[in-house]
């Protein structure tokens, strides 16, 4: 039989793990307007290919024409392997087109990507519509 102190340990574990992962796989709605679209070019910063989301960073000019570091939250790993997209598939210094949509707070230059395109070899990776 547990002792209460082993009980509680356990439950506290659960716990942890269980909200480590429900803020991993957020809504994207609530961090992102969904309905919106916009598009950045620039060039690769980061290509950071890990679970739970793969993030590309682009230099790039905002609005005004000063330069700012974007972020494009896209899918899990395991789905773009699937779709062809791996760990080398982007590199430091391309050139790319990213189109997603805009996040909330417009002072974190983020959006959550739904195309992106490298013209210099016309590679292209679209999101497939949800059923």
């Not at 598939?89 to 739904?114: A, E, M, W, Y």
Request: glycine share 8%.
């Amino acid at each position: 039989m547990l002792s209460t102190y082993t009980r509680a340990g356990v439950v506290a574990l659960g716990v942890s793990l269980t909200a480590g992962s429900l803020h991993a796989h957020h809504s994207f709605p609530a961090f992102y307007f969904e309905d919106q679209s916009t598009t950045v070019e620039g060039s690769v910063v980061e290509f950071d290919y890990r679970a739970p989301h793969v993030w590309v960073r682009v230099a790039a000019a905002d609005r005004e024409g000063q330069m700012r570091t974007y972020g494009a939250e896209w899918s899990n790993p395991s789905r773009l392997a699937r779709d062809g997209v791996t760990k080398n598939s982007l590199k430091p210094g391309d050139i790319v087109r990213i189109t997603g949509s805009p996040g909330r707070n417009p002072d974190d230059f983020v959006l959550h990507l739904k195309r992106i395109e490298r013209p210099s070899d016309r590679w292209v990776w679209q999101a497939r519509p949800r059923r």
